[in-house]
């Protein structure tokens, strides 16, 4: 194989022919040179290194773009993880609050509790609405156990015969229970000497 070496027109960088060869590419600035075997002349063709010159200026572009896209992407993840993080935050923080005000409840709760009772006053294990239904003489000897010491108690008598077979609620069931004239919640606080008054079918 016979190798005709020269230089190239443009650059000067070295280039060859190998035998029968109509055309080579520049390997330093990409021209693609003809030779003329007849005239011994070469002929540059600048317009092939142009268009690759577009294909790579194309390919930058496109390098480029992606490269954008990708630190888009990025930044788009980092804001997703860092709103999760947020929100992760916000609902421990919530949950901190309300062990926290739950907790001080309770000790405010505690401390008013050896208050009260050391004041001699009675709390009231049950609401009225829970007393609601249960046994009358149940209920009372509760009551008096806790300290009352003026519990009245009311026989409705308003069961009528079928009745006290057939309703949800029975004899000597409560009807009411009120502490010093009025309804109460569990946990209230009475003098032991507050009119208890309970009312049953
Ligand atoms: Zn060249």
Same mark, same amino acid.
């Given at each position: 194989?016979?190798?005709?070496?020269?230089?190239?027109?443009?650059?000067?960088?070295?280039?060859?022919?190998?035998?029968?060869?109509?055309?080579?590419?520049?390997?330093?600035?990409?021209?693609?040179?003809?030779?003329?075997?007849?005239?011994?002349?070469?002929?540059?063709?600048?317009?092939?290194?142009?268009?690759? @010159?577009?294909?790579? &200026?194309?390919? %930058?572009?496109?390098?480029?773009?992606?490269?954008?896209? $990708?630190?888009?992407? =990025?930044? +788009?993840?980092?804001?997703?993880?860092?709103?999760?993080?947020?929100?992760?935050?916000i609902v421990l923080a919530l949950i901190i609050v309300i062990f926290s005000a739950y907790g001080i409840w309770k000790i405010y709760?505690?401390?008013?509790?050896?208050?009260?009772?050391?004041?001699?006053?009675?709390?009231?294990?049950?609401?009225?609405?829970?007393?609601?239904?249960?046994?009358? @003489?149940?209920?009372? &000897?509760?009551? %008096?156990?806790?300290?009352?010491?003026?519990?009245?108690? $009311?026989?409705?008598? =308003?069961? +009528?015969?079928?009745?006290?077979?057939?309703?949800?609620?029975?004899?000597?069931?409560?009807?009411?229970?009120?502490?010093?004239?009025?309804?109460?919640?569990?946990?209230?606080?009475?003098?032991?000497?507050?009119?208890?008054?309970?009312?049953?079918?």
């Amino acid at each position: 194989m016979k190798l005709e070496s020269m230089k190239c027109p443009e650059c000067n960088s070295p280039i060859s022919f190998e035998n029968g060869q109509d055309y080579v590419f520049c390997s330093h600035c990409g021209v693609q040179i003809f030779k003329n075997d007849e005239t011994q002349k070469i002929v540059v063709n600048k317009v092939i290194r142009k268009i690759d @010159e577009a294909r790579i &200026k194309e390919a %930058e572009v496109k390098k480029e773009i992606r490269t954008k896209e $990708i630190e888009q992407e =990025d930044r +788009k993840d980092r804001r997703k993880y860092k709103s999760i993080f947020v929100k992760i935050g916000i609902v421990l923080a919530l949950i901190i609050v309300i062990f926290s005000a739950y907790g001080i409840w309770k000790i405010y709760d505690y401390f008013n509790e050896q208050k009260m009772l050391s004041q001699g006053m009675i709390r009231v294990p049950n609401s009225s609405i829970g007393y609601q239904a249960q046994n009358y @003489e149940v209920v009372k &000897k509760q009551l %008096e156990e806790l300290g009352f010491v003026d519990i009245e108690t $009311i026989d409705l008598n =308003d069961l +009528k015969g079928w009745q006290k077979y057939v309703v949800t609620v029975g004899e000597n069931d409560i009807q009411s229970v009120t502490i010093a004239g009025k309804e109460f919640k569990r946990g209230s606080y009475f003098k032991p000497t507050d009119k208890v008054i309970i009312s049953y079918h």
